[in-house]
T-cell receptor, first 110, second 115 residues
Framework: GIQVEQSPPDLILQEGANSTLRCNFS?????LQWFHQNPWGQLINLFY???GTKQNGRLSATTVATERYSLLYISSSQTTDSGVYFC????????????FGTGTRLTVIP | DAGVIQSPRHEVTEMGQEVTLRCKPI?????LFWYRQTMMRGLELLIY????????DSGMPEDRFSAKMPNASFSTLKIQPSEPRDSAVYFC?????????????FGNGTRLTVT
């Protein structure tokens, strides 16, 4: 099955710093999503981004499907950005169910 | 929109008891998914429905687990009998488009503890 690798596994930032999270996947995909799981356990969909670049406030994401990776950029980080960031891709082309990576745990220190 | 609604938020039960988790998907979403999250295994898909019909239940751990979707606005995940190893956070999620080509939205989850 498809493999999803996220890096780094853990990241500690000072408030105000910028960061880049990476997601590599083993097969071509037509759908990639980024999620944030906050310290209370809620899973929030950040981006649906099969290709190209999208921006939402301080967050942006870029997927280069041909090279099988996606990047999540967090600028001017805030303590509320803390949590785990997951990327997820379909288990196979056209599948309706997603396979989740192991996540990047981000801690933003005031 | 109220989002995906799950109940209860927390459930503590004794081994051997029946547990029923509930989910109301976002109105208009034709796909409903049940996931389980543990420290050891991360997020795992248990089963998903399209238009109330179970499509793939290959992730259901064993016969003790069952899921139903009697209508477009309600689904249940039942564990009978429950075991301590079932302790986890169970998430329900929904999406509106086929082929996975739409954002997936999660409920707040049910934290299950089986003692």
């Amino acid at each position: 099955g498809i493999q999803v690798e996220q890096s780094p596994p853990d990241l500690i930032l000072q408030e105000g710093a910028n960061s880049t999270l990476r997601c590599n996947f083993s097969d071509s995909v037509n759908n990639l999503q980024w999620f944030h799981q906050n310290p209370w356990g809620q899973l929030i969909n950040l981006f649906y981004i099969p290709s190209g670049t999208k921006q939402n406030g301080r967050l942006s994401a870029t997927t280069v499907a041909t090279e099988r990776y996606s990047l999540l950029y967090i600028s001017s980080s805030q303590t509320t950005d803390s949590g785990v960031y997951f990327c997820a891709v379909p288990i196979k082309t056209g599948a309706n169910n997603l396979f989740f990576g192991t996540g990047t745990r981000l801690t933003v220190i005031p | 929109d109220a989002g995906v609604i799950q109940s209860p938020r927390h459930e503590v039960t004794e081994m051997g008891q029946e547990v029923t988790l509930r989910c109301k998907p976002i109105s208009g979403h034709d796909y409903l998914f049940w996931y389980r999250q543990t420290m050891m295994r991360g997020l795992e898909l248990l089963i998903y429905f399209n238009n109330n019909v179970p499509i793939d239940d290959s992730g259901m751990p064993e016969d003790r687990f069952s899921a139903k979707m009697p209508n477009a606005s309600f689904s249940t995940l039942k564990i009978q009998p429950s075991e301590p190893r079932d302790s986890a956070v169970y998430f329900c999620a929904s999406s509106f488009a086929p082929q996975g080509n739409s954002p997936l939205h999660f409920g707040n989850g049910t934290r299950l503890t089986v003692t």
